[in-house]
């Protein structure tokens, strides 16, 4: 069965600080990849999707970036954080084909003090 | 026209009653619309989906009801309980030639409260 792995599960760092968040998704090949970040209360903003190794479209410009350097892993990052960056980050992945259903990790909880 | 307006944003219903969530869209590309569920601290879970070649799909307690016409679809929760407290997303997308997917365009939410 196929399994989706973010980390770490919450996070706070300073100001002005680098980021990495990594995802990892097992049991499936060639899947879809997704970043999204939900701010407190409000719905889920679409950062990032990959549809293989080094193809990355943003969908918000913003201090964020994000790279595929395999086929099952996905890494949001930030050279430097912004209080603006704060919020709950979520990892999905989706069959390349088929049925569209995304597949969510259970999330990272930024607080960027 | 790529947006999916979610309504209400907050809801508070008593156990045993029904729950209505509403989602309206204007992209009549749009050919698959999932509802997902979201409980605090964790990634949504997809709950139930639809095509538009149904009007209506149930899933035990829970119903999408689909009007094509109004370009309108509804989550309906049946015998509401508290353990159905959460965030609910509907969504939608478009299947792309070839049978690859589009990107979900998600609703805003609806924070669900079920009061015993």
Redesign the interface.
């Known amino acids: 069965s196929q399994t989706i792995h973010q980390w770490p599960a919450t996070l706070v760092q300073p100001v002005g600080s680098p980021l990495s968040l990594e995802c990892t998704v097992e049991g499936t090949s060639n899947p879809n990849l997704y970043w999204y970040r939900q701010a407190a209360g409000r719905g889920l903003q679409l950062l990032f999707y990959s549809v293989g190794i080094g193809q990355i479209s943003s969908e918000v410009p913003q201090n964020l970036s994000a790279s595929r350097p395999q086929d099952r892993q996905f890494i949001l990052s930030s050279k430097k954080l912004l209080l603006s960056d704060s919020g709950f980050y979520l990892c999905a992945w989706s069959p390349r084909t088929g049925k569209n259903i995304q597949y969510f990790g259970a999330g990272t909880r930024l607080s960027v003090l | 026209q790529q947006q999916v307006k979610q309504s209400p944003q907050s809801l508070i219903v008593q156990k045993g009653g029904i729950s209505i969530i509403n989602c309206a869209y204007e992209n009549t590309a749009f050919d ?1 619309f ?1 509802w997902y569920q979201q409980f605090p ?6 709950l139930i ?1 639809i095509r538009p070649d149904v009007s209506e799909k149930k899933e035990g307690r829970f119903t999408i009801s689909f009007n094509k016409s109004a370009k309108q679809f509804s989550l309906h929760i049946m015998d509401s309980q508290p353990g159905d407290s959460a965030t609910y ?1 509907c969504a939608a ?1 478009i ?1 792309q030639t ?7 365009i ?4 609806t ?1 669900l409260s079920v009061k015993p």
Not at chain 2, 98 to 104: A, D
Not at chain 2, 106 to 109: A, D, E, M, S, T
Request: aromatic share 12%; glycine share 30%.
């Open positions: 698959y999932p601290g964790k990634g949504p879970a997809l989906a997303f997308s299947t070839g049978g690859s997917q589009g990107n979900l998600f609703g805003k939410g924070k």
